[in-house]
């Protein structure tokens, strides 16, 4: 069925069940696929539990099958806990419970197929030789004109006509990229905004080309989004649904590698940065408030124990008297680890409540002090200021942590007490320079503790210029640190 209020695949295949038994019969049909979508979202990095796939088995029998909106909202109110991960949801119920089948390996030279919606396709070659660029034109104007269901089918058609390439052995696979290489999205706009200011008997005010742009926006997204759904969906019966689950699904945000995040998605991971600050903060006050007690007094516990004939039956303990600590940050902010560094400086100044200071140095091949801009600024304004504003760079721009932990040395270690924890962020990746590794021996004597982040995968660690174990030695602790969990699970740990 090609509506969103279309039937789920009838189409049963034996499966294995989220926690099942081997041996034992297994759930099939729409059951069936439920289990192997709370097994794949554990497998994307969502918190799936157990629990959540029971009460996906539930909710089975209180909604309506035949209406695919009110399936894919159920389930994803039992099995999803954020909203960041809700994309990651969306795609894997697309592929497990898909709006139609496609026929695994289609024949070459078959007809593009009715979609269900009784619009077929054209059955025109992958390239769309012999089309009017004209004609298709006005047909995906006059679908991105109507409901989501005529979007969708233009989407189908769309990959049909343009995706489809047809190997030597008679395989046919699909691309998304050769179907926007024949569709000009940018065009698509221009034409709908052109349209809309045709229909009108005098010109659109500003207001109004912003909100009709929005909208075609909107509606030119969810083509693509159709798009690749139903390359996803082609890629599925050819290769398997758990196979291209595992590769093509994104994980959550806060899952994402820092390295490779495009600007789209750093604008959503700031986004999230404030509210994982809360959570954190108030995990931290829980746990320094669990065992107010502290030593033994065993003083007034040698004394109380008088009343019961020298039997220490209530011991007596001194007062806690938690601290918070002091955090002193420096960050390495060189192109290579620079989305790294920003995250990690936006998610401890949000925390900086939790510290009794915070001060932050950032560093190329000279080090720089940047705390105040992180007090009375935002820390994404804070940021640009530091790469702008500060002083950086001695020589040529390459990162120098030696001169960098000697500068520091000279002129801040004497304020390192025993209640300070020292936070290093880097790759450990040298150029070849001196390393200056006998400083962080120095800063271990007198802080409390020294910890490194480095965002690059431990397998990399000492290869080419990255001296990563000299440094590791004369730390508490060097730990991998690649996405918001991971950095979120470390900062709570030192707070």
């Given amino acids: 069925m090609g509506s969103e209020g279309g039937q789920p695949s009838p189409r049963a295949r034996p499966v294995v069940s989220a926690g099942g038994v081997a041996g034992t019969p297994q759930p099939t049909g729409v059951a069936g696929r439920v289990l192997e979508l709370i097994a794949a979202l554990r497998r994307a990095g969502l918190p799936a539990a157990q629990a959540g796939a029971i009460d996906a088995m539930r909710t089975l029998g209180h909604v309506d099958l035949l209406d695919r909106r009110q399936l894919r909202e ?220 502290g030593r033994l007094d065993v003083r007034r516990t040698v004394r109380r124990s008088l009343l019961s004939g020298g039997v220490p039956f209530d011991p007596t303990f001194r007062p806690r008297r938690p601290h918070r600590p002091e955090l002193v940050v420096l960050c390495d902010v060189s192109g290579s680890v620079a989305s790294f560094a920003r995250f990690t400086l936006q998610l401890v100044h949000a925390l900086q409540e939790q510290f009794t200071t915070v001060r932050s140095f950032a560093f190329i ?58 936070l290093i962020l880097g790759d450990a990746r040298n150029n070849h320079r001196q390393s200056g590794a006998w400083v962080l021996a120095e800063l271990q004597r007198r802080a409390r503790h020294v910890y490194w982040l480095n965002p690059e995968p431990r397998a990399f660690w000492d290869t080419g210029d990255s001296i990563a174990a000299s440094y590791a030695r004369y730390v508490d602790d060097m730990v991998e640190v690649r996405n918001l969990n991971q950095l979120a699970r470390f900062v709570e740990r030192i707070a």
């Avoid at 052995?169 to 699909?174: H, I, K, L």
């Avoid at 083509?223 to 994104?250: L, N």
């Avoid at 000697?406 to 002129?411: L, N, P, S, V």
């Fill in 74 to 293: 159920a389930l994803a109110a039992v099995t999803v806990t954020s909203q960041s991960q809700r994309a990651t949801f969306d795609e894997l119920f697309d592929l497990y419970l898909p709006a139609r089948d496609v026929t695994a390996g289609s024949q070459p030279g078959a007809a593009a197929g009715t979609d269900g919606d009784g619009a077929d396709g054209d059955g025109v070659d992958g390239d769309g030789a012999g089309d009017d660029p004209e004609a298709l034109l006005e047909e995906l104007l006059d679908a991105l004109g109507g409901g989501d269901d005529v979007i969708r089918g233009a989407a189908r058609r769309a990959v049909e006509r343009f995706g489809r390439v047809e190997g030597t052995d008679g395989r046919v696979t699909y691309f998304q990229y050769r179907v926007f290489r024949a569709i000009d999205v940018q065009r698509l706009l221009r034409e709908l905004l052109q349209r809309a200011q045709d229909g009108r008997d005098s010109d659109l005010s500003p207001l109004e080309e912003r909100l009709l742009e929005d909208e075609f926006r909107r509606r030119v997204r969810a083509f693509q989004q159709e798009v690749d759904a139903e390359i996803r969906r082609h890629a599925a019966a050819d290769r398997g649904v758990d196979r291209v689950a595992d590769r093509v699904v994104r994980p959550p945000i806060e899952e994402r590698d820092l390295f490779h995040l495009d600007r789209e998605e750093q604008r959503e991971l700031r986004a999230h940065i404030r509210p994982l600050a809360r959570k954190l903060a108030t995990r931290v006050a829980a746990k320094r408030r669990v065992g107010r007690d």
């Fill in 365 to 422: 091949d000279a080090l720089d002090e940047v705390t105040g801009w992180f007090a009375h600024q935002d820390p994404s304004d804070a940021m640009r200021r530091v790469l702008q504003e500060a002083d950086l760079v001695w020589l040529d721009g390459h990162s120098d942590y030696g001169r960098a932990f000697e500068q520091f040395h000279r002129g801040h270690a004497r304020s390192l007490s025993p209640r300070t924890t020292v």
